[in-house]
């Protein structure tokens, strides 16, 4: 093994390639290697003056600096500094135009037809005093067979209170329900009346009728099947409910619970 001495003499620049076993190098394929391989004290040292002068070419040179810069300041106008740009945001930032809707539009609801009303006096007694408390919220007429002598004076107490209950368990604003006679109590007897009564029916724009009993039915509907609960006729529906003289006599949940086919029209 060579003596470890042999390094010294190794430029550093090439010491990583003497240490992997590089040894011989020649010269013409490194110019300038020569001139590395001289040592320190061999190259060229400048005179003192030289150095001296070197030295202070700095000093001069910042000086010289300085006073080109404070003389510049003193000549250039002074300029404002232009206030920071607003940093612009990012897009993902930035809110999104919004789009547009595609929710069909909402179909108008078509104006309620204007039903004009006949004169009150118009109608014979006891219809006329019925329908001067007619209102535009008129929705469905209630018709029994003893509603004639009910309204000249000889009224059943027992039949007021049925319908006072059935109107409350209705839960219908005021006025969407009007009585509509279809006979006339002539003092003695029942006179039928059916075409005073689908007259109003049409006059008012009625589309619902509430038939109590089945000789109400026979009065005003006598075509339609006694066993139906429901019939159409002229466009009008017509529910068929039980006798007042007989819901008189129930409990009012029994009276509610025979007339809850009332509470599916749908009205309003």
Known sequence: MGSPSAELNVLESVRPWYQNGLQYVFKDALPGIEELEKPKRQRPVA?????????????QFGQQQSAQQQSAGQQAPIQQSAPPQQQQRPSFDRTPPAKPSRMPAQRQAPAPTQVNHPDPQSWPAPWSNLAARI????????????????????????????????????????????????TAWNGSEFENKADIFWKGVESYGVKFVACFGDQTRSIIAPDAPSSSASVHINGVQMLMLQDPDFLKTLPPDEQQLLCISLLRLPLF
Not at 138 to 152: E, V
């Open 47 to 59: 005179p003192p003056q030289q150095r001296q002068q070197a030295q202070s070419r700095p000093h």
């Open 135 to 182: 209102t535009p919220r008129l929705q469905i007429f209630w018709t029994y067979s003893q509603m004639g002598q009910d309204l000249s004076g000889q009224a059943d107490a027992a039949r007021r209170k049925l319908f006072q209950s059935l109107i409350g368990y209705m839960g219908l604003p005021k006025g969407a329900i009007s009585f509509w006679p279809c």
